[in-house]
């Protein structure tokens, strides 16, 4: 069974940075697809960035794109989410996501194993 845990929410200033980790645990990293979602009060859950298993392709959302950067370190099974010029919108629970899916898929459906998510609050 794949279990999933996420590290380094907490509160960020606007304009300032943060890194998420994930780890994963119970398989072959290396075997999945990694993304990042996020859910803010009263809205559904939206994709932020995802990395391939093994060639390095990721694929950001227009809301992050210029700002947040995925990468992942396949040795130590964690996946990053670096954040950088933060602003008030970011603030929601950020949920890492395994999938066996092929490149840096987008959709939720694409994943089969979620962790509890880190809250990240962006203020000034």
């Known amino acids: 069974q794949v279990h999933l845990v996420e590290s380094g929410g907490g509160l960020g200033q606007i304009g300032g940075s943060l890194r998420l980790s994930c780890i994963l645990s119970?398989?072959?990293?290396?075997?999945?697809?990694m993304g990042w979602f996020r859910q803010a009060p009263g809205k559904e859950r939206e994709f932020v960035a995802a990395?391939?298993?093994?060639?390095?392709?990721?694929y950001n959302s227009d809301s992050v794109k210029g700002r947040f950067i995925i990468s992942r370190e396949n040795a130590k099974n964690t996946v990053y989410l670096q954040m950088n010029a933060l602003l008030p919108e970011d603030t929601a629970v950020y949920y890492c996501?395994?999938?066996?899916?092929?490149?840096?898929?987008?959709?939720?459906?694409?994943?089969?194993?979620w962790g509890q998510g880190t809250q990240v609050t962006v203020s000034s």
């Open positions: 119970g398989r072959p990293f290396s075997r999945y697809a």
């Open positions: 990395i391939s298993r093994n060639d390095g392709t990721t």
């Open positions: 996501a395994a999938g066996t899916g092929i490149g840096a898929p987008r959709r939720i459906s694409d994943y089969n194993y």
